[in-house]
């Protein structure tokens, strides 16, 4: 770790506003000297034909080579890459880069061997232990694409994003650790595969100790054990790859119930990634970042895997919870043993901490000092946590906006340019590169302190989405049209009269449960398989812990309307095994009725505002008004509080 010349003046943020917004392309072909090309690039970015920008289109580039190769050969070969923290097995061990190149060769050798080749599709199925890391830069050692599920997603989701990447191999482990129980992953990925039309080529299963495979599985597709097959592997040098060839296809919900694969670059990615490791994390070669997040979200991809790497930095591999792993000092533990300097994680892990230890006894003596920085995103950060956390540590707490499609924080405070006053609920100010405009209902920026639709001006920076895997449309269905020249969040939010952005929450139909991100659709779509049910409508209904967490409102077909208590519990059991489970519902609600618009829309606001406790919020296109007063008289509940 290496320790801050605290003398050093910060760069100032407004000339960095400045250069950004006078001329991006200079700007960003500025940041994209710290990256090893191949090819450099002579033009910094090209329109294309989905309504954005490519980003250095006539350049080429190995990512794994700058995250890796690149370090060894400036001699940094003995410095830590990767430390794994196993909280769920006790285990615990270092890669230095040059080890870490060493695996990432060999895997890239295995897949090889196995006929992955530039272009061709990984699906990357792990718990939170190195080969993910690994088998993700092996991919980007061959310009292969990889397409990271997280573990805690179930065999349906699974399914469905075989069918839309198409992987020639499927990457996988017998299994995950949760508290208190194993997680086996081959009968999940088994049944995804008899429900996916799309066949890999080959699985590739790391064997973990801690779970056996199950036997007698009937197996249709050649599968392979890891160690095995990289034992046997010739290393694989990199692959030179177009700057805008795909690094990795990333899905995350949408307001429809099918996942959108977000796809990233190679070449705007890596300048992005390691200009936000300096400027927003204030981190540097030698630093060490922990991001307690999974590599199955774009928080792993980008702050576990690739931008501590493109750095030079040590990242932490941490496989745990926040609490009960043993139990809420677990992070604390971390960050002093391994001298942190930034912490990055979603709220809830923080609420999370709170709940168990409110007077952060698990604090008490231990060195934080090389701790610079808290930065939390995924979901909003209540000023409660925000401004618990910042009496119980000294690190600046910093509330950061971002998505999946963003790839990297859009609003910010900063450890490597001038840092703010921060304000409670505010995530600060527009990241150098993004311009964030509120929008209204007539298209145009609304008033200062004013709410509207969060809004990025266009073209975006490097680093953001480049397409929807495999639907050209989607992206400017989706991001696009709603207001010209602009990319749509999908959040709302205002600014204040010092430039501060507050994010307010979704307008659409989307959820953040404990910082993972679903879909009202997705959840519905698992729900109507089951015979029972005529109608159904998820809402994201307030919880302290988690934020949001997901209700069902259920009307039973007639003859399940006496069987209440049991279509309940299967419709639990139906979303648990399809979806995972992760969007355990917080409760089914069986009602006679929906509320709807005339044209037959189901009305979600109101279901959330009933259940939150609010008054809902009637619109005039309602069409059964008396549905919502009995709606009202069955649902509300007292809200969901902090702890006193
Ligand atoms: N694989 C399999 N199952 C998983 C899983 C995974 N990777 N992750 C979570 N699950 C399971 C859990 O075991 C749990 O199952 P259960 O209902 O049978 O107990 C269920 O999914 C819900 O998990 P979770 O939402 O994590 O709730 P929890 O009560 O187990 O834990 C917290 C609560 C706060 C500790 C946990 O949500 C947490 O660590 N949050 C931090 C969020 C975070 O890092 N988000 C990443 C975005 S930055
Ligand atoms: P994901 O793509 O899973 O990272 O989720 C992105 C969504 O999480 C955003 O659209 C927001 O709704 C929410 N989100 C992320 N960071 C914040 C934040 N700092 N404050 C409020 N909401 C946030």
């Known amino acids: 770790m290496l320790e801050r010349d605290a003398a050093a003046p910060p760069v100032a943020y407004s000339a960095m506003v400045d250069d950004a917004n006078t001329d991006a392309g200079a700007f960003w072909s500025t940041a994209a000297q710290d990256i090893a ?25 190995n990512t794994a080579y700058n995250a890796l190769d690149r370090h060894v050969d400036a001699g940094r070969g003995e410095t830590t890459a990767l430390a794994y923290v196993s909280a769920a097995t006790g285990q615990e061990y270092e890669y230095s880069y040059a080890e870490l190149l060493e695996l990432v060769s060999a895997a890239a050798g295995a897949l090889l061997g196995l006929g992955v ?13 190195p080969e993910a890391v690994i088998a993700m830069l092996a991919c980007a050692r061959l310009g292969a694409v990889h397409a990271v599920v997280f573990g805690g997603f179930g065999s349906t989701e699974l399914a469905s994003r075989i069918d839309d990447a198409r992987p020639s191999v499927i990457v996988t482990a017998t299994g995950g650790l949760e508290p208190g129980r194993t997680v086996p992953y081959l009968p999940l990925l088994d049944a995804a595969l008899i429900e996916a039309k799309h066949r890999p080529g080959h699985v590739v299963v790391v064997d973990r100790p801690e779970i056996e495979a199950p036997v007698g599985r009937r197996i ?38 099918k996942p959108k694969g977000i796809v990233r670059d190679n070449g705007g990615h890596a300048v992005a990634m390691q200009w936000s490791m300096r400027y927003v994390y204030g981190i540097e070669a030698g630093d060490v970042v922990f991001a307690a997040s999974d590599i199955g979200w774009v928080v792993g991809h980008s702050y576990i895997v690739y931008a501590p790497l493109l750095t030079g930095a040590t990242t932490v591999l941490f496989e745990g919870k926040p609490v009960g792993t043993p ?32 007077d952060a006894d698990l604090l008490i003596g231990r060195d934080m000092h090389t701790l610079r920085g808290i930065f939390l995103a995924g979901e909003r950060l209540d000023p409660d946590t925000q401004r618990w956390l910042g009496e119980v540590q000294a690190a600046p707490v910093i509330n950061n906006w971002w998505q999946t499609e963003t790839g990297w924080p859009v609003v910010s405070n900063f450890l490597g340019l001038s840092y703010f006053r921060p304000k409670p609920g505010a995530s600060t100010k527009p990241v150098p590169g993004f311009i964030v405009e509120i929008l209204g209902r007539d298209r145009n920026p609304v008033e200062v302190g004013q709410e509207g639709a969060v809004c990025l001006q266009l073209p975006l920076p490097p680093g953001f989405m480049t397409q929807v895997w495999g639907d050209e449309d989607r992206l400017a269905k989706t991001y696009l049209n709603a207001y010209p020249g602009y990319y749509t969040s999908g959040d709302g939010g205002r600014v204040d009269e010092d430039g501060y952005v507050y994010i307010l929450g979704r307008t659409d139909d989307v959820m953040n449960v404990a910082g993972h991100r679903m879909s009202s659709g ?84 109101c279901l959330r505002q009933i259940l939150d406790g609010d008054e809902p919020d009637v619109p005039p296109t309602i069409e059964n008004i008396s549905v919502v007063d009995d709606l009202i008289r069955a649902l509300t509940k007292t809200p969901d509080s902090p702890p006193s």
């Not at 080749?117 to 232990?129: A, K, T």
């Open 522 to 605: 997705q959840i519905e779509a698992a729900i109507a398989e089951h015979p029972g049910v005529s109608e159904c409508a998820v809402v994201g209904v307030h919880d302290y812990l988690k934020g949001q967490r997901p209700y069902a409102i259920v009307v039973p077909e007639i003859d399940h309307v006496d069987r209440t208590v049991e279509l309940s519990s299967q419709i639990q059991d139906l979303v648990r095994r399809q979806i995972g489970p992760i969007a355990s519902l917080g409760g089914v609600e069986v009602v006679a009725a929906l509320p709807k618009t005339r044209s037959g829309k189901i009305v979600r606001s």
């Open 327 to 358: 139990d809420a000092g677990v992070f604390w533990d971390v960050i002093e043993r391994y001298g942190v300097n930034v912490l990055l994680t979603a709220p809830t892990a923080m609420r999370a901490i709170r709940r168990e230890d409110p």
């Open 220 to 257: 249709e597709w050649p599968e392979h054990g890891w160690t095995e097959l990289l034992s046997a592997a010739k290393p694989a040098g990199c692959v030179p790859v177009a700057a805008t060839d795909p690094l990795y296809i990333l899905y995350t919900s949408g307001t429809t119930g």
């Open 117 to 129: 080749g530039r272009g061709d599709r990984v699906l990357i199925y792990l718990p939170m232990i």
């Open 37 to 61: 090309w191949i090819d450099e690039p002579q033009r910094p970015y090209a329109e294309n034909q989905n309504g954005l920008v490519d980003w250095f289109p006539d350049a080429t580039l």
